[in-house]
């Protein structure tokens, strides 16, 4: 199994998922996706694994953790149980829309901060698709010692493959949590700029498609 930094929905084509560092907004998005509809699958860790060399996401624990801006926002306190630390203003939020089936990966975007201008998405290369799974690897310094380095780059290289990859960058000054559930939700209902990207072509895989 490799294991991303990553959170994880359900959705009608399969599973989809949001990668990034601490702060990239994994878990608040994972939220607002929820609401508008989407199992949960996994937060902040996802682990994938090759079924017939299928990219496919494990389900993880039905609970994700939330700072309180976050909770404020989504209206979800009612959900809240303890703290994750006494001295953590970050609170468990147990979830009972939960996937827990394995589900073949559908598409990927990795969550990044910067600019100053209005939410971008936008799709990358494989290379460097390879390259931002490969920095998101959950605690990957320990893969060498675990013997899991070649286990992790035939995984990482069977997904950039297989399944889209796409950026989501949003400015720094401002998370705009509504904004960017809305426009990641448009590609995977079937509209805008990436939904072309995001069809099934047949039961082993996926693939990009022009146009």
């Not at 600019?115 to 060498?144: H, M, N, Q």
């Amino acid at each position: 199994m490799a294991t991303l930094h990553a959170s994880a929905v359900q959705t009608n084509a399969g599973a989809v998922l949001f990668l990034g560092k601490s702060g990239a907004g994994k878990s608040s998005l994972l939220a607002a996706l929820i609401k508008r509809g989407y199992p949960m699958m996994a937060d902040d860790v996802a682990g994938v694994v090759l079924d017939d060399a299928v990219p496919t996401v494990l389900p993880a624990f039905p609970c994700t953790r939330l700072w309180a801006d976050a909770l404020d926002h989504l209206a979800w306190w009612p959900r809240v149980g303890r703290r994750v630390r006494e001295d953590m203003d970050k609170h468990l939020a147990p979830i009972d829309e939960f996937y827990a089936f394995p589900l073949a990966l559908r598409a990927c975007f990795v969550l990044t901060v910067g600019g100053s201008g209005d939410i971008e998405l936008s799709t990358t290369a494989p290379s460097d698709a390879f390259l931002w799974l490969s920095k998101y690897a959950y605690r990957k310094k320990y893969l060498v010692g675990l013997g899991q380095a070649g286990n992790q780059f035939r995984t990482i290289s069977t997904v950039v493959g297989r399944v889209p990859v796409y950026r989501a960058r949003r400015p720094a000054h401002s998370f705009q949590l509504g904004s960017l559930a809305e426009q990641i939700d448009g590609p995977l209902q079937g509209q805008g700029a990436c939904s072309a990207a995001l069809q099934l072509t047949d039961a082993k895989g996926w693939r990009e498609v022009a146009g």
